[in-house]
């Protein structure tokens, strides 16, 4: 049978059944969306590519390998995600969590505390070059000593959000900086450099947000009484003590020297596992310490403490907690490898790269194929290189320099990851801070800024540079 190339309209079918059972699911079941109606919805309109791709002739066992295919590219996310979540566990459980939140809460002051977790998130990201691990370590203690402090769970996370996909974005050590400026052929430094124009700007508009909507929780004397309540909580329930820094530590240093996320997650819960034993639970026997640690890695904690607030706070984490999660990134991957074996997403794409006949339509078009691209492929890499393969010709015709196509990259493709739920970042964020995408969305500025302050530039031609030939020449040398 021949195959038949499919037209636009037949490509946006999926793409139109999937928004629109989204879109109703999540008024029907709300925050309950992503718990299993998502996932049903993202294999149904995987169905939809996949019947509509047999039916202009491509056989199911090649729809079948580009689901496959679709499916490896996550394995390592998710075994990142189901490391995170023993990490979660065993950090409370050995007492480094209500650690962080213990000393969290005596420094920081409600009206504060959002522009402080943004500033943290940012720093530790900006270390790492890891927005996963900063949310997964720092993040849950920030959102303790959030939700302690009173502060709305979504507004705390979007902080936390928005400061580790800064740092994540500015990283010389980050995954998706080098990825762009390597498929660009930017040079690292330089493609940073280039980026301070959108980072920066996106960066202290959500620092003022965040400093505005601090106020408003300024002399909250509810959340003083319920701050001395958990702090003195915590204290006869875990040992505070200084050795509780040593695994987060230790992680942090492990991912700055480039050691694999792997290892260095597992060298967090090992380590984490060790304080715990001779911190917290000294007199325990080894049954019983071989029970309570592989209990807490795999199924989390689970807290009685009497007071519903800390109990909220400790009862996380496990690899368990991660399972809707992985479902929903399989799911998803489902969907995006029927669209691409079906020829949609590669339909999708030429029909915007036809429209590009110009700087600022061109650099409008790879903003927002990133973001499509986020929504179909579900995946932060594949939002950088479909787009920057498909336009790389494009910018080099006319002239443009390669930094405007790496930075148009970062500013839709890896911060807008974080804002789409079925996504591997949107599903990793919720499920390490325990706050729906829908939820933090709104509150996560520095992701939703990011790309309108790009597409300003790429309107208004502010620091859109030409290319010369000395930058082609360093270009060329590049080994980037």
Avoid at 355 to 374: E, K, Q
Wanted: aromatic share 10%; glycine share 10%; hydrophobic share 50%.
């Amino acid at each position: 049978m021949n195959v038949r190339n499919p037209g636009l309209f037949e490509s946006l079918i999926p793409v139109v059944v999937l928004v629109s059972g989204l879109g109703y699911a999540g008024f029907v079941f709300g925050n309950g969306t992503v718990d299993g109606p998502a996932q049903m919805i993202l294999i149904l309109s995987g169905t939809v590519a996949a019947l509509l791709g047999i039916r202009r002739g491509t056989g199911w066992e090649s729809l079948e390998e580009y689901i496959l295919d679709s499916l490896k590219n996550v394995l390592k996310p998710v075994l990142i995600l189901l490391l995170i979540g023993s990490l979660i566990g065993i950090w409370i459980w050995s007492g480094i969590v209500p650690a962080m939140i213990v000393w969290g809460l005596k420094l920081l002051e409600p009206s504060f505390f959002l522009v402080t977790a943004c500033f943290l998130s940012s720093i530790v990201s900006l270390i790492t070059g890891s927005s996963w691990s900063t949310a997964g370590t720092i993040g849950i203690a920030l959102m303790g000593i959030g939700i302690t402090l009173g502060i709305s769970p979504g507004v705390a996370a979007g902080a936390v959000v928005s400061g580790a996909y800064f740092g994540d974005k500015l990283s010389p050590f980050s995954e998706t900086t080098n990825l762009a400026s390597s498929i660009a052929g930017t040079p690292l430094f330089k493609h940073i450099q280039h980026m301070l124009y959108t980072t920066i700007p996106a960066m202290a508009i959500a620092l003022v947000a965040f400093t505005v909507i601090g106020l408003g929780y300024a002399g909250n004397e509810t959340s003083e009484g319920k701050v001395g309540e958990v702090i003195a909580l915590l204290s006869r329930t875990f040992r505070i003590h200084p050795a509780l820094f040593v695994p987060p530590v230790l992680t942090f240093v492990l991912i700055y020297f480039k050691i694999p996320a792997i290892p260095s997650i597992l060298a967090g819960i090992l380590s984490g596992a060790i304080s715990g034993i001779f911190l917290q639970h000294p007199d325990l026997h080894f049954q019983a310490v071989y029970r309570e640690v592989l209990t807490a890695a795999s199924k989390g904690n689970s807290a009685d403490t009497g007071n519903e607030l800390t109990d909220a706070l400790l009862s996380r984490g496990g690899m368990a907690s991660m399972l809707p999660t992985v479902w929903l990134i399989f799911s998803a991957m489902f969907f995006a490898g029927a669209m691409e074996g079906a020829g949609f997403i590669q339909k999708i794409t030429k029909a915007i790269l036809k429209f590009a006949n110009t700087d600022r339509s061109l650099l409008t078009g790879t903003i927002l194929t990133s973001f499509a691209s986020n929504l179909l492929s579900s995946d932060q890499y594949l939002s950088i290189l479909v787009p920057g393969k498909m336009f790389k010709k494009a910018y080099e015709e006319r002239g443009l320099d390669p930094k405007n196509l790496s930075r148009a990259l970062e500013d839709s493709g890896t911060v807008t990851s974080a804002l789409v739920p079925w996504n591997t970042c949107g599903s990793f964020m919720a499920a390490a801070l325990g706050v729906p995408v829908v939820v933090f969305l709104p509150f996560a500025f520095f992701n939703l800024v990011s790309p309108f302050i790009s597409l300003l530039c790429a309107w208004t031609g502010w620091t859109i540079r030409k290319s010369s030939p000395v930058s082609n020449s360093e270009n060329a040398e590049s080994p980037g």
